[in-house]
């Protein structure tokens, strides 16, 4: 475990891993577990705010003040057992989740659930609103492409409200 939930922050806990333990069936147990509506509380590396100030900045003075848990839904869970690049035991995982939800959360309560700690070591957003990232271009691409190309990929504003009902004002 570390003190940011990735692999930036300082080691607090190191646990072997009983890979032993790690069978289909208690990974499967424990996807169920976190799948759903769960409580979650947010980390102190987060910019969510606590009297004015955003909870890092109370973190990085080295203080730790009270999060009340928080609803979450994680709408699917997929959790794989794989290895790093160091050929350790790892879990691959892909989350679909409400807003709110800390994904470096989810990690290290998995992995306490796991008996065996976790932080995260990459995180990439797939999806967000709707709008994949089989869509995206890089910067290098649209560059490269004329008018008529650059213009086919914007979207509609309303694509950012493909999840809200429509209401009509006279």
Known sequence: TT???????????ELAVD?????????AAVQAQFTGAIRQV????????KDGKALYEYARAGLEVERPARNVTIHALNIALTQDSKARAAIKMKVSCSKGTYIRTLGEDIGKALGCGAHLTFL????TGGLGVARCVTLA????M?????????????????????????
Do not use: C, F, N, W
Not at 3 to 13: P, S
Not at 141 to 144: D, K, R, S, T
């Open 3 to 13: 003190t940011t939930g990735d692999a930036e922050g300082e080691v607090l806990q």
């Open 19 to 27: 890979a032993a333990r790690l069978t289909p069936e208690r990974l």
């Open 42 to 49: 947010p980390p102190m590396h987060s910019a969510l705010k």
């Open 124 to 127: 990439r957003r797939i999806d």
């Open 141 to 144: 691409q649209l560059e490269a």
């Open 146 to 170: 004329d008018e008529d190309e650059r213009l086919r990929q914007v979207l509609p504003v309303d694509t950012l409200l493909a999840g809200h009902m429509p209401v009509t004002l006279g």
